[in-house]
């Protein structure tokens, strides 16, 4: 089993910068692919971007250009640096990781991004 816990989150006016990490703990050798998801009130969980293990990434297109996610397999902790943050990237940002056959989700950290 895989424990995942978040940090980072809060509220920034558009335009900033936050950076979110996602560390995880328990059988981590088996981690895959580690992602970024996001829910905004009303609306479906989506991704955000996802790393595999050995680096290739993907983004949603709403992020492109915006947003860098990262990896460090020595401290199994999965990163989202966000630049020029729009209003509309309010939501709360939950971490995934595919682990086996199976998939572990974080608990979630919000964001806020004031106009």
């Known amino acids: 089993q895989v424990q995942l816990v978040e940090s980072g989150g809060g509220l920034v006016q558009a335009g900033g910068s936050l950076r979110l990490s996602c560390a995880a703990s328990?059988?981590?050798?088996?981690?895959?692919?580690m992602a970024w998801y996001r829910q905004a009130p009303g609306k479906q969980r989506e991704l955000v971007a996802r790393i595999t293990r050995l680096g290739s990434t993907n983004y949603a297109d709403s992020v492109k250009g915006r947003f860098t996610i990262s990896r460090d397999n020595a401290k199994n902790t999965v990163y989202l640096q966000m630049n020029s943050l729009k209003p509309q990237d309010t939501a709360v940002y939950y971490c995934?990781?595919?682990?086996?056959?199976?998939?572990?989700w974080g608990q979630g950290t919000q964001v806020t991004v004031s106009s």
């Open positions: 328990g059988s981590t050798s088996s981690i895959g692919a």
């Open positions: 995934n990781v595919q682990w086996v056959l199976l998939e572990y």
